[in-house]
């Protein structure tokens, strides 16, 4: 270790109340290096970066240790040295950018504050030279940018300027805080490679705090591994991948690999392959698909009086027991299709043929009846549970559509049921939502969804907002209920991972139409379109550093 | 149907919440505070003829304008009734009409807010309009306008209050709904088949209560407030009938000759008895939410 080191932690221990919430932690960051600190959600990844910071929130105390900066420890320095070594020394970056900008000022005018605060410029010299830091961190236009205000910009725009801004006063470290969730994946990319890119140009040490591994082996040189407050293991990435010495770290990086078992078209029985389709062969004629979209419109009518075209005239087929993928990035409209289908919003044009029956067209009363054989298992854990509602209460409701279970007996053995078709425990029965954690959460979710026993089911992001672990437990779920209940599903991603492992067939969406469609393993070899080789190049897979080794090495 | 509305159909009826209670008042003692008074008005209520010392509408020539004293523990007014005995009695009536007014505002104002926010098409926003119109004419004056037009009896109070009372309860409910039919547990009810009765009922209603429930204290303070104010300026409830703002009405004149007991007490029984709700209403919002740690 020859390189200076900006920032450490020696025995870092922090508490709330009597609850240690960081344990001993010995963290150290170096110039020009970038680490990648990596634990599932409650791990404390989020409190030591404020700890760094000397920013602990409200009830949190420092009961061990310290941190050091330039050899002196934080907790011996005075409030204004505080100060420049936030900021001055040390940047943070948060997530959600556009909540980190002040919604009243525009974007060029917040930077240049920062510029004149810290560089003591000129109005006209730091607004000059904020449109240059805009142009550094890839803002395309950025006279004209440096004039919108923060609800104009799209999510990846903003984070870039929050890097702007965080860049600005000359940081030696840059800490950025699960600084690109819920950016859509091309997104995601580019930003890191942004912020990566800049850090290493200026020789700054950088700390990415996120619970993505694929993030971690695209661009950090080391990973320290974080659970229940402590750092379990802390090593070279290279050295990680190859092998975790701790089972935590095998577990993770295990989660993380999930998807690599890419469907086969026949399955030969090995347990890690998809149900057939259908009775036949998959490659002879499909009979009667179950459900067939022709030439689906929905259009929105946008604020301005124009109208905005959500899903443009899309045609799509699922056989029955055959998993459609319907991918896409945040506002091409593949949420907006997965609700046309359930019959959430009403379709402007085309047809939706279900089972041989139109139903996109049907008065809501006489699709009711269909209800019971179509579901959708909504996006968001929490928020798609009435959250005064009782598990059992949420997983009979949709028994009402059900006329062969009636009496609450059969209510609930059904319930018991599908609590065990989603391997939740019976306790949970009695409990309310916010009692669960988000992946049960998810569960109760699905299991209300196939309380009917549909015959197809949409997923909406399935797998969103998860910690790596319970993904990868809920993709494994979804896979052994298709088997066992013989589902067809449509499901609606942005998460090719998960993709690659549950669909047999894709359909790419761009601006409300689908630019192509194809079986998983054709999509993923060899991509037709463009922008599905732009969605393929922004998945930050694991092995890909492996191969780059490699490809040192010779 | 019916069968699908028996299981826990509320959350906070279960034993376990008197005990709960119990133990959130402990950390609480603001509250414990409030409940205590309201307690005490409740047992005036009961036990007026028990508690007091006098009849309340019984004037006295010879014994007008007497300070405290044994005989008459809070003195006596101009017509030398017993303040005390007549405070007492003047719960009855003050919590009488306030309470009913809320009640009726809220069992009339809730559904309103409800359907209002739900569906929207020209007769909601014929209702708001009608809301807006009850609303923008000051508190006082409204009551004042419908008092006089139903003529000085109780219920006519009680009424003009319910009348102000409903478009607030209906605002917040209709707020509350405004958000809440957009949430993705409502399109998971729809796709469960729910009704728009069950969904208005079972899924909205229980979520948009709670800020419902915090308005009925904050209102029935407010109604004590306007009740007492609108018979201090002669509008409201008429003498004899032992009423708080009636008696601080009347002892007003005699506040400048040192003759403060006429109105200071009744006035302090006012301040209490409002901030008695205040207090449980500030409680309430914290107890009724379910996501509070047990």
């Not at chain 1, 290096?33 to 420092?62: C, H, N």
Request: charge should be neutral; glycine fraction near 8%; proline fraction near 5%.
């Amino acid at each position: 270790m020859s390189k200076k080191v900006l920032l450490e932690t020696r025995d870092l221990s922090v508490a709330f109340g009597d609850k240690l919430a960081l344990d001993r932690v010995n963290i150290a960051l170096a110039e020009n290096e970038v680490v990648g600190i990596v634990g599932e959600t409650g791990a404390g990844k989020s409190l030591l970066a404020r700890s760094l910071i000397g920013l602990l929130p409200p009830g949190a105390e420092r009961t061990n240790g310290d941190v050091w900066s330039d050899g002196r420890a934080l907790s011996t320095m005075s409030p204004a040295e505080l100060r420049n070594l936030r900021g001055g020394v040390v940047s943070l970056i948060g997530t959600n950018a556009k909540a980190l900008l002040d919604p009243v000022q525009p974007v060029g005018e917040q930077v240049a504050t920062v510029l004149r605060s810290h560089r003591r410029l000129s109005h006209r010299a730091a607004r000059q030279a904020a449109v240059k830091l805009f142009r550094q961190v890839g803002i395309t236009d950025p006279e004209s940018r440096a004039t919108a205000y923060p609800h104009q910009l799209s999510g990846g725009m903003a984070q870039r300027i929050v890097i702007a801004m965080a860049l600005v006063a000359g940081p030696k470290v840059v800490l950025a805080d699960d600084a690109t969730l819920g950016l859509d994946a091309t997104i995601q990319v580019q930003v890191l490679d942004l912020l990566v890119e800049r850090c290493r140009t200026e020789g700054l040490g950088t700390l990415i705090i996120t619970h993505d591994l694929g993030i971690v082996s695209q661009y950090c040189d080391r990973v320290a591994i974080m659970k229940g407050g402590q750092i379990v293991e802390q090593n070279d990435v290279s050295a990680f991948l190859a092998g975790p010495q701790t089972s935590y770290g095998q577990e993770l990086l295990k989660a993380a690999k999930v998807r690599p078992t890419l469907i086969k078209g026949d399955g030969d029985g090995d347990g890690e392959t998809l149900p057939k389709v259908g009775d036949g062969t998959r490659t002879g004629p499909k009979s009667s698909p179950l459900l067939q979209i022709r030439d689906m419109v929905k259009h929105f009518r946008g604020r301005d009086g124009g109208v905005v075209k959500a899903v443009d005239e899309i045609s799509i087929e699922i056989g029955r027991g055959e998993t459609l993928a319907l991918v896409g990035e945040s506002g091409s409209g593949k949420t907006t299709a997965g609700q046309c289908i359930v019959r959430l919003l009403d379709i402007n044009c085309g047809e939706i043929v279900f089972d041989g029956k139109e139903i996109g067209n049907l008065p809501a009363s006489e699709f009711r009846a269909m209800r019971k054989r179509i579901q959708m298992v909504f996006q968001e854990p929490y928020v798609a549970l009435n959250p005064r509602w009782r598990v059992e209460d949420l997983i009979s409701e949709p028994l009402s559509l059900d006329e062969t279970v009636r009496s609450a007996a059969d209510r609930r053995s059904r319930v018991l049921e599908m609590l065990e078709a989603v391997r939740l425990p019976k306790t949970l029965a009695k409990v309310f939502p916010h009692e669960l954690t988000a992946g049960e959460q998810k569960r109760v979710g699905m299991a209300r969804a196939l309380a009917t026993r549909p015959d197809f089911v949409v997923f909406d992001e399935p797998t969103t907002a998860l910690d790596i672990r319970v993904r990868a437990q809920i993709i494994d779920l979804i896979r052994t209920l298709q088997r066992e209940m013989g589902l067809s599903a449509l499901f609606i991603t942005h998460d090719l991972n998960s993709v690659r492992s549950l669909a047999h067939r894709v359909a790419v969406m761009r601006y409300g139409k689908i630019v192509e469609t194809g079986d998983t393993s054709t999509i993923f070899e060899r991509p037709g379109h463009d922008y599905t080789r732009m969605l393929l190049d922004a998945e930050l897979p694991i092995e890909r550093v492996a191969e780059k080794d490699l490809m040192g090495a010779i | 149907m019916s069968a699908t509305m028996t299981p826990a159909e509320t959350p906070h009826t279960d034993l376990s919440a008197t005990s709960d209670l119990g133990r959130f008042l402990v950390r609480r003692p603001a509250a414990l505070i409030g409940l205590t008074l309201l307690v005490l008005q409740i047992l005036a209520i009961i036990f007026a003829p028990v508690l007091s010392t006098h009849d309340p509408m019984q004037a006295n020539a010879l014994r007008s304008l007497q300070p405290p004293s044994w005989e008459n523990w809070l003195g006596t007014d101009v017509s030398g009734m017993d303040i005390y005995s007549r405070i007492i009695y003047a719960t009855r009536i003050n919590l009488l009409i306030s309470v009913t007014a809320v009640g009726a505002a809220f069992i009339v104002g809730v559904p309103i807010g409800l359907l209002v926010g739900y569906y929207r098409g020209w007769a909601s926003n014929l209702t708001m309009r009608v809301f807006d119109f009850v609303q923008s004419f000051p508190v006082f004056v409204m009551g004042m306008a419908l008092v006089s037009v139903m003529g000085q009896e109780i219920w006519n109070v009680a009424i003009a209050l319910g009348v102000l009372f409903t478009p607030v309860f209906a605002r917040l409910i209709r707020a509350e709904t405004l958000s809440l039919r957009e949430r993705s547990f409502i399109a998971a009810a729809k796709c469960s088949g729910a009704t728009d009765i069950k969904i208005l009922f079972r899924h909205i209603l229980p979520n948009a209560l709670s800020p419902a429930i915090v308005q009925i204290s904050i209102s029935i303070g407010m109604a004590i407030l306007l009740t007492a104010g609108l018979s201090f300026i002669g509008a409201g409830v008429r003498m004899p009938t032992p009423e708080w703002g009636l008696m601080v009405s009347t002892g007003s004149q005699q506040m400048i000759l040192g003759i403060w007991w006429v109105s200071f007490f009744p006035g302090l029984a006012i301040i209490l008895s409002v901030l008695s709700f205040a207090l449980i209403a500030d409680a309430a919002r914290d107890f009724i939410d379910p996501r509070r740690a047990r």
